[in-house]
T-cell receptor
Framework: KAGVTQTPRYLIKTRGQQVTLSCSPI?????VSWYQQTPGQGLQFLFE???????NKGNFPGRFSGRQFSNSRSEMNVSTLELGDSALYLC???????????????FGPGTRLTVL | AQSVTQPDIHITVSEGASLELRCNYS??????LFWYVQSPGQGLQLLLK??????LVQGIKGFEAEFKRSQSSFNLRKPSVHWSDAAEYFC??????????FGTGTRLQVFP
């Protein structure tokens, strides 16, 4: 099976712009989670989607949003970019058949976002 | 609330030496426990996981971890480290009803 894919791999944006990141989960997986990784804050949970519904959300401002499509592909959007949004954004997929934290998550390579 | 602590931010070992990375969790019930590894610029790769049963879990790349309920620990071990093991290691805890929580990571450096 193909792994989790994320596009694009690298992005450079300027403050105030918005950005959309895409994630294609492993075939058959219904849950997609997004994480922000920075040197200072480590891995921080953004949100999780299961069957097109957001079922868990981290402590991020409303500028961060996401959605999931019927084929389980997911996108996350960040509006009004700030310098502090520069990070590696990781997507993880899981079958979604177990309890939320019990599912094994499989990670994509990430999208490196740089905000200038 | 559940939490995960990795006390060691950075560990340095010589190639061929044994390795133990510490992980402590805080949760009322037995959680689901994971170890992931991340190479620079890459995503996280699952090394092993513990759900129930045998408390000694074998993973990929020669790693193993032992769940000790009395100590609320899930330490990762490898008998002989290779230079390619240099990476960052994350412990994570999950439950049936809540999201996965990651520790802050331990960076492993391997000297020849």
């Amino acid at each position: 099976k193909a792994g989790v894919t994320q596009t694009p791999r690298y992005l450079i944006k300027t403050r105030g712009q918005q950005v959309t990141l895409s994630c294609s989960p492993i075939s058959g997986h219904r849950s997609v989670s997004w994480y922000q990784q920075t040197p200072g804050q480590g891995l921080q949970f953004l949100f999780e989607y299961f069957s097109e519904t957001q079922r868990n959300k981290g402590n991020f401002p409303g500028r961060f949003s996401g959605r999931q499509f019927s084929n389980s592909r997911s996108e996350m959007n960040v509006s009004t970019l700030e310098l502090g949004d520069s990070a590696l954004y990781l997507c993880a997929s899981s079958p979604g058949t177990s309890g939320r934290g019990a599912d094994t998550q499989y990670f994509g390579p990430g999208t490196r976002l740089t905000v200038l | 609330a559940q939490s995960v602590t990795q006390p060691d931010i950075h560990i340095t070992v010589s190639e061929g030496a044994s390795l133990e990375l510490r992980c402590n969790y805080s949760y009322g019930a037995t959680p689901y426990l994971f170890w992931y590894v991340q190479s620079p610029g890459q995503g996280l790769q699952l090394l092993l996981k513990y759900f129930s049963g045998d408390t000694l879990v074998q993973g990929i790349k020669g790693f193993e971890a032992e769940f000790k309920r009395s100590q609320s620990s899930f330490n990762l071990r490898k008998p002989s480290v290779h230079w390619s093991d240099a990476a960052e290691y994350f412990c994570a805890v999950g439950t049936d009803t809540d999201k996965l929580i990651f520790g802050t990571g331990t960076r492993l450096q391997v000297f020849p």
